[in-house]
């Protein structure tokens, strides 16, 4: 089970609020707040995806770039050994630190 919706690229947490008793739901890995609510799990995906054409028309209407949910940086935080480890093997390698962490993820994913 996911607790994830997707729409255009935009990726929402999905959350229920028993005192509420409603769906909430806000887009992720963006600094603007755009949130959404339903009583039912189809109302929801349907006020996401509003929600998501609804930011998406307003920053065009404003002139600003609507903030992509990758930007392909992120920071990590590793022990001391393993961050030494990783830097070894990418010297040995003759690639970047960025290049090895990369292609482990691939590797580890997958792809």
């Not at 990726?11 to 509420?20: A, L, M, T």
């Not at 930011?55 to 990590?76: D, H, M, R, V, W």
């Amino acid at each position: 089970m996911s607790n994830t919706i997707e729409h255009k690229g935009y990726i929402s947490s999905v959350e229920y609020s028993n005192e509420d008793k409603c769906f909430f739901g806000k887009l992720e890995m963006i600094d603007d707040l755009v949130t959404f609510e339903a009583d039912t799990v189809k109302g929801l995906e349907k006020n996401f995806q509003d929600s998501v054409d609804d930011y998406l028309s307003t920053c065009k209407k404003l002139g600003i770039e609507a903030q992509k949910t990758y930007k392909g940086i992120f920071n990590i935080r590793i022990s001391p050994k393993l961050h030494k480890m990783a830097y070894q093997r990418a010297l040995k390698n003759n690639i970047s630190l960025n290049a090895l962490v990369g292609k482990s993820l691939e590797e580890y994913i997958g792809h």
